[in-house]
C-alpha cells in the first residue's frame, strides 16, 4: 500500500519502487505488487522492465485481461505493434464482453494508419463503458468527422482527445 501511495498521491517513483521491492521481499510472488512495480516502471520509461514485471504477473494470473491489455499497451508504446496486438487479441479471448482491448485495437488501426481496422473493432467492440465512444470519437476524428466527434465526446465521462500522442517514436 506505501508503494501505492508514493506512485498515486506523491509522484515519487523512486520511493514507489523502493516500497514495492520490499513488499515483494515479504510477499514474493505477490502478483498485485509486482503489478503495480511494473507501472510505476513504465511512468518512469522503463519499459523493457516494465514488460517483464507484466509477462511475470501473466504467469502468476493468466486470465486477467487487464494484463494482457497493459502488456500490450506498453509495447505499443515501443512501436512492437505485431506483439501488441497479439497481446490485444488475448485481452479479448479472455474477456470477450469487455471493451478494453477492442479499445487498443482501435488505437492501434490509428497509430498504424489504418482506418479500416479501426472501423472494423469499433463495429465488433461491445457498449457499456467509457472506452466505446471514446473509440467512436477518435476514429471519427482521423476520419475528420467533427460531428461525430462532438456527439461520441460527449457520451464520455472523461475526456476524450486530450493531446493524444498516438505512441510516437521515442
Same mark, same amino acid.
Given at each position: 500500500? #506505501?508503494?501505492? $501511495? $508514493? $506512485?498515486?498521491?506523491?509522484? &515519487?517513483?523512486?520511493?514507489?519502487?523502493?516500497? /514495492?521491492?520490499?513488499?515483494?521481499?515479504?510477499?514474493?510472488?505477490?502478483?498485485?505488487? =509486482?503489478?503495480?512495480?511494473?507501472? !510505476?516502471?513504465?511512468?518512469?520509461?522503463?519499459?523493457?522492465?516494465?514488460?517483464?514485471?507484466? %509477462?511475470?504477473? *501473466? *504467469?502468476?494470473?493468466?486470465? &486477467? +485481461?487487464?494484463?494482457?491489455? %497493459?502488456?500490450?499497451?506498453? $509495447?505499443?508504446? /515501443? @512501436?512492437?505493434?505485431? !506483439?501488441? &496486438?497479439?497481446?490485444?487479441?488475448?485481452? =479479448?479471448? /479472455?474477456?470477450?464482453? +469487455?471493451?478494453?482491448?477492442?479499445?487498443?485495437?482501435?488505437? #492501434?488501426?490509428?497509430?498504424?494508419?489504418? /482506418? %479500416?481496422?479501426?472501423? @472494423? %473493432?469499433?463495429?465488433?467492440?461491445?457498449?457499456?463503458?467509457? *472506452?466505446?465512444?471514446?473509440?467512436?470519437?477518435? !476514429?471519427?476524428?482521423?476520419?475528420? &468527422? =467533427?460531428?461525430? !466527434? @462532438?456527439?461520441?465526446?460527449?457520451?464520455?465521462?472523461?475526456?476524450? =482527445?486530450?493531446?493524444?500522442?498516438?505512441?510516437?517514436?521515442?
Amino acid at each position: 500500500a #506505501l508503494g501505492t $501511495y $508514493y $506512485y498515486w498521491c506523491r509522484k &515519487d517513483y523512486e520511493r514507489a519502487l523502493r516500497e /514495492l521491492d520490499r513488499a515483494e521481499e515479504l510477499r514474493p510472488g505477490e502478483h498485485e505488487v =509486482i503489478e503495480m512495480r511494473a507501472y !510505476v516502471k513504465r511512468r518512469m520509461g522503463l519499459y523493457r522492465e516494465t514488460i517483464a514485471d507484466l %509477462e511475470r504477473v *501473466q *504467469q502468476l494470473d493468466p486470465r &486477467d +485481461n487487464l494484463i494482457a491489455a %497493459e502488456t500490450g499497451d506498453t $509495447y505499443m508504446v /515501443l @512501436r512492437e505493434f505485431d !506483439v501488441a &496486438d497479439r497481446c490485444f487479441r488475448r485481452s =479479448i479471448e /479472455l474477456a470477450p464482453g +469487455n471493451a478494453l482491448g477492442y479499445f487498443y485495437r482501435v488505437a #492501434l488501426g490509428l497509430v498504424r494508419g489504418d /482506418l %479500416e481496422t479501426a472501423h @472494423r %473493432e469499433l463495429a465488433v467492440m461491445p457498449s457499456g463503458d467509457d *472506452q466505446t465512444p471514446r473509440s467512436h470519437a477518435w !476514429v471519427a476524428f482521423f476520419d475528420r &468527422d =467533427i460531428d461525430g !466527434v @462532438r456527439k461520441y465526446a460527449s457520451q464520455c465521462k472523461e475526456p476524450t =482527445i486530450s493531446a493524444p500522442t498516438f505512441y510516437t517514436p521515442l
